[in-house]
């Protein structure tokens, strides 16, 4: 991360465990120490409803604790991608699931477009750990915490029993990133 500040918004709906990956990604940063801060927010529904999670790293303080001009957004759904994207710099980056998201508004940032859901459906057998999937695409792609601080991140704030899961599916998202990026 060569940026003063990095300001990450991980949006979709309910029930695709993107607040945690908030949580996760903010403990990779303090793992690594940056300093960070983690901010929320979804609908009324638990699942379903719109939801997000902001992270800001920096070597510097923050003196504002929610993203307002995202580097990096990554979007599960089309309406976080539509609602969202705008908020997006220009040099930013787009990481969308393309099995969901269909439409992509011209944008000047780099788009990242690949089915996360069906890929952790086929891989993991199980379409929850596409959060922490996504989230390890991210941070190889962008660079903004160290595999080491995520993996640590992951073992630290995950419950026990899906921990391997999510060890297995941050691995699979290094991997596609590596693939993506040559």
Not at 18 to 27: E, P
Not at 61 to 84: G, H, M, S, V
Not at 85 to 101: H, R
């Amino acid at each position: 991360m060569n940026k003063r500040f990095n300001e990450i918004r991980l949006s979709g709906s309910g029930g695709q465990g993107l607040v945690l990956a908030g949580i996760v990604l903010a403990n990779a940063a303090v793992i690594d120490k940056k300093k960070v801060t983690q901010t929320q927010s979804y609908g009324p529904e638990s699942r379903g409803g719109a939801s997000r999670a902001d992270v800001i790293i920096s070597n510097e303080e923050i003196y504002f604790p929610e993203a307002t001009r995202f580097d990096t957004l990554l979007a599960l759904t089309q309406e976080a991608c539509d609602k969202f994207l705008f908020d997006l710099k220009d040099d930013g980056y787009l990481i969308v699931d393309n099995s969901i998201v269909k439409n992509i508004a011209l944008v000047s940032s780099t788009v990242y477009e690949l089915p996360f859901t069906e890929i952790a459906l086929e891989k993991l057998g199980s379409a929850l750990p596409t959060n922490i999937l996504s989230l390890a695409f991210l941070v190889k792609i962008s660079g903004v915490v160290s595999d080491k601080a995520l993996k640590e991140a992951i073992e630290r704030t995950v419950k026990k029993a899906f921990v391997d899961i999510n060890i297995k599916a941050m691995k699979l998202g290094f991997e596609l990133a590596k693939k993506t990026k040559k």
